[in-house]
């Protein structure tokens, strides 16, 4: 019996501790949001269901499930007479929605763009106390790729402090600033093979320890070595070009002009002088034979009849600028439906325009239909001015359009005689 008790007084004393131990909090992960708006929307997306994923298979947390969080949503925007449910950044939605969902905390994620650096930051709500209880971030340069590496570092931030006994204060990650300096253009640098600055000068903080440290630029040889980094220093390398040195130029003596050969004295020759020779007598040339006279008869041109200009097309293009001026008219009557529709929407919802959260239903309703029937109106008119321009432009092309009909000409024929001496031309009609 007394061995009963000791064992019942030792479950009584086990079962809370382990009651806490086993207690998870329940928590609601919401959207990433990007307040740089250079990202992709498709990658947010997929940046927030990776964030689900990993915060789940932590096991520190229960996670709710992202199909109730969703409908828990969208009956909050039904209640609150919003138009859409698509965005919950803010605050003042976010923790309503926690507290709908009976969530203990909730995770709010946001990407900032600074110093060409990109920054997620994620902080964890306390719903009870509306109040930011941790946070936690983490750099990265803007790809998916790094991305994903900024929320495994955030998670497992979040593991090593939940690792943490109650009241014992969490030991800081010691670290350094490194600062790369260079004068070479276009440098990029990358600590253990992952790229920190795209531009350097800059400044990353490193942790301590030992770390490759590169330094690289096109047209440049990189350099990259290991480092102990023990302390905040610089890093200052010049990389040198990997283009070919010109080579040297070297300057070549002119050679000595050569010296002029002395002339030598020339023997006296004997120049034999021709012998006269008779001139021959001149030829008698025949006299050239006349030229042959060419006969030629002027020929009048013959006068080409002017042809007469038509508009075949004038009433069809009349008819169309009809077609165009009734279409037109049709148009101005949509955009007088136009302010018509929307003048009924404000005349009714002006009597809450100091309290718009009051406006009944029904009343709701009817401001949205006038407001349809205006953009419907709209649409309509935008249509008929665009297609009475262009019955505008088709008749006026119609009307103006000539033709010249041609007259009928003369027919010429030429004839010769034969011996290119004579040519003439008759005309016939």
């Known amino acids: 019996m007394?061995?009963?008790?000791?064992?019942?007084?030792?479950?009584?004393?086990?079962m809370p501790a382990l009651s806490a131990e086993q207690k998870k909090f329940k928590i609601a992960v919401m959207d990433v949001e990007d307040q740089s708006g250079t990202l992709d929307p498709n990658i947010l997306k997929s940046a927030t269901e990776y964030l689900r994923s990993k915060l789940v298979a932590t096991g520190l947390y229960v996670v709710i499930d992202k199909t109730r969080q969703q409908e828990k949503l969208k009956g909050l925007i039904k209640d609150s007479k919003k138009e859409s449910y698509m965005e919950c950044f803010d605050k003042n939605c976010q923790v309503?929605?926690?507290?709908?969902?009976?969530?203990?905390?909730?995770?709010?994620?946001?990407?900032?763009l600074f110093a060409d650096v990109y920054t997620m930051s994620t902080e964890l709500v306390d719903l009870a106390k509306e109040a930011t209880v941790a946070g936690l971030v983490a750099d990265f340069d803007g790809s998916p790729k790094g991305m994903r590496n900024a929320i495994n570092k955030i998670i497992d931030?979040?593991?090593?402090?939940?690792?943490?006994?109650?009241g014992q204060k969490q030991a800081e990650p010691e670290s350094f600033v490194l600062q790369f300096e260079t004068t070479t253009p276009g440098v990029a640098a990358f600590v253990d093979g992952e790229q920190v600055c795209s531009k350097v000068p800059c400044i990353r903080d490193v942790m301590k320890g030992r770390h490759s440290v590169k330094m690289s630029a096109p047209g440049y040889k990189t350099r990259e070595e290991a480092m102990i980094v023990e302390e905040s220093r610089i890093v200052k390398w010049d990389l040198v070009s990997t283009a070919p040195?010109?080579?040297?130029?070297?300057?070549?003596p002119a050679p000595a002009p050569a010296p002029a050969p002395k002339p030598e004295p020339k023997p006296e020759q004997i120049v034999a002088q021709p012998e006269p020779q008779p001139e021959p007598e001149p030829v008698a040339q025949a006299e050239p034979a006349p030229a042959p006279v060419e006969v030629k008869k002027e020929v009048p041109a013959p006068v080409e009849p002017k042809g007469k200009v038509t508009h075949p097309y004038l009433w069809w293009g009349v008819g169309t600028l009809g077609v165009a001026a009734a279409v037109f008219g049709v148009?101005?009557?949509?955009?007088?439906?136009?302010?018509?529709?929307?003048k009924k929407r404000d005349d009714i919802l002006n009597p809450y325009a100091g309290d718009p959260s009051a406006v009944p239903y029904d009343v709701y309703r009817k401001a949205l239909d006038y407001e349809d029937k205006a953009q419907f109106n709209d649409t309509m008119r935008i249509v008929m001015f665009s297609v009475s321009g262009a019955f505008a432009v088709a008749g006026t092309v119609l009307a103006v359009?000539?033709?010249?009909?041609?007259?009928?000409?003369?027919?010429?024929?030429?004839?010769?005689?034969?011996?290119?001496?004579?040519?003439?031309a008759t005309f016939s009609y």
Do not use: C, H
Not at 157 to 166: E, G, Y
């Open 2 to 14: 007394k061995r009963l008790f000791v064992l019942l007084i030792a479950a009584m004393l086990v």
């Open 96 to 112: 309503p929605l926690g507290q709908a969902l009976a969530a203990d905390n909730i995770l709010r994620s946001s990407i900032t």
């Open 401 to 424: 359009w000539w033709k010249t009909e041609p007259a009928d000409a003369p027919k010429v024929s030429f004839f010769f005689d034969g011996s290119t001496v004579y040519a003439g």
């Open 331 to 342: 148009s101005w009557y949509f955009s007088a439906e136009v302010g018509n529709n929307l």
């Open 157 to 166: 931030d979040m593991i090593a402090k939940a690792q943490v006994p109650a």
């Open 245 to 252: 040195a010109p080579a040297p130029v070297v300057a070549k």
